[in-house]
């Protein structure tokens, strides 16, 4: 499995957006105050992985006023 850490413009999005991947079929967990690690059981590598994140992030974001997330490193 890959993972990526995703960084949030706020908190409070945090679990929403960990409840979302769980449900999107990824495995994903809150490690710090605006961060959250994913990992993307069927990707089959890193640029797979980082481009199914940000695609499924992008979606998010469009379903939340002013939420705003990116990959990290």
């Not at 993972?3 to 413009?9: A, I, R």
């Not at 710090?32 to 994913?38: A, D, E, I, L």
């Not at 990992?39 to 994140?53: K, M, W, Y």
């Amino acid at each position: 499995m890959i993972s990526v850490t995703v960084h949030l413009s706020g908190a409070d999005l945090v679990d929403d957006l960990v409840d979302a991947l769980r449900l999107g079929g990824c495995l994903a967990w809150r490690t710090g105050p605006r961060t959250c690690r994913v990992e993307h059981v069927v990707a089959l590598d890193e640029q797979e992985a980082r481009v199914e994140v940000a695609f499924f992030l992008r979606a998010w974001e469009a379903r939340r006023d002013g939420a705003q997330a990116s990959l990290v490193g």
